[in-house]
């Protein structure tokens, strides 16, 4: 989600202010030769661990949760899963050059290297929530009834969202629908390798029940080993990418601190 969105409590540039000067000081105090961030294009000694856990993260096994080593930039704050998303774009966008992309929820380093692809003309937009800081080229979107015509965007970035949204189905339709034909979408979400089936009761609604029974207060639903599957339900042509596939992580002259155990998920509006 778009960590700008959650400073709510100073004004925005008193915010950015205290995390430069912060991420500058952490350059210093990190620099050495283990890792590459490729956003800030900075080697460091160590990244910083990060993430959260509980009860059920660990029982489930999940997949983009949990704590990690080594998982956020200490100088541009990307984590493991922008990294893997790095290495994703890397390559595929030598097959694929991107025209027109729209980003959902954006992450602030791929809303910065999208920002730094000249070709490109991307869109970038979050649901609106009351309270919370908005920069001005931010699109306030709802993902179920996106406001774009049919087949306006060549590529869709998804990260992280979809385990939040009320109708995965209908978020899922909308995503295929503003897609031109032959247009991928990355659909990236925690998973647990242990459940058969995607988890979801909608007389869950409070957090505590929420955290309980999905790993995350604000999250609807567990998804399990049928989510490639359920893409495909809602018509895309699935396609899912090891980490080894990349050659920025395969040639393995950089190490990027990726989850090796994370796959991309990547669905094509097919086009006929
Ligand atoms: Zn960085």
Redesign the pocket.
Known sequence: MYRVLLKRYLPADIARLFKWTELRINKLIYSGNTFL?P??S?TYRLFKSGGITNQLIEKMDIIGAGIRQNMV?P??G?TDRDRLLYAYFDHEFKFLRPKKLLHIAPEP?LNSYFKNIVSISYVFGAKFHEGLYYPKELEIINLEHLQYADNTFDWVVCNHVLEHVEDEFQSLAEILRVLTPGGKAVLQVPWSPKLEITFEDPTYVTESDRLKHYGQDDHLRLFGKDYPGRIAKAGFKVSIIKPSDLPLIADNKVNLSINPRELIFVGEKQTS
Request: proline residues 0%.
């Open positions: 961030c956003y800030c900075q930039c100088g541009c990307s380093c």
